[in-house]
C-alpha cells in the first residue's frame, strides 16, 4: 500500500473539516450528488469529493435535477479514485454495490455503504426519467442530513 498523507483534517476558519470521499462506479450521477450536497449543506463540517472507478462524462439529467434544488453542478467533472490514490480520509461512501466490489481499498476512519439506484439506468421520457432522477437526488439528500447533519 502506498504512503498516506500524514493528516486528513483540513481548517476551514476556526473549526476543523473532516474529509469525505463518496466512490461509485462512473462518478456521474449518485457520487456526484453526494459530494454536492455534503459540500452545500454542511460545507463548514466536511470537504467532500468523489470519484469512480470507471468515470465517463457527468449525466446531464443529474445536472438538471441538480439545478432544480438549487446547486449548480454543471462544471464538475467525473473523475479517477487513482486521482485519490494515496490520500486519507476520514470518511469513505461507496454509494453502489459495483464500487463496493471492484474499488480498491481507501482508508477512512469509517466506512460507509449505502446503495441508490443508478440514474444511468432510467429509461423513458425527459420527463419520466427526470423524475426518477430527483427521487433518487432526494433520497441521496436524506441520507446525507440524518448521516452527517
Known sequence: MGTLTPCCIIRAGDCMVKRVLFICTH????????????????????????????????????????????????????????????????????????????????????IFHKEFKDPSEFTGSEEEILKEVGIVRDEIREWIKENFG
Request: net charge positive; hydrophobic share 35%; charged share 25%.
Open 27 to 110: 462518478n456521474s450521477t449518485r457520487s456526484q450528488m453526494a459530494e454536492a450536497f455534503l459540500n452545500t449543506l454542511y460545507g463548514d463540517k466536511y470537504k467532500a469529493h468523489s470519484a469512480g472507478v470507471a468515470p465517463p462524462k457527468i449525466n446531464l439529467y443529474v445536472v438538471k435535477a441538480m439545478a432544480e434544488v438549487g446547486i449548480d453542478i454543471s462544471k464538475n467533472r467525473s473523475k479517477s479514485i487513482e486521482e485519490f490514490r494515496g490520500k486519507n480520509f476520514n470518511y469513505v461512501v461507496t454509494v453502489c454495490d459495483s464500487s463496493r466490489e471492484t474499488c480498491p481499498f481507501f482508508p477512512g476512519e469509517k
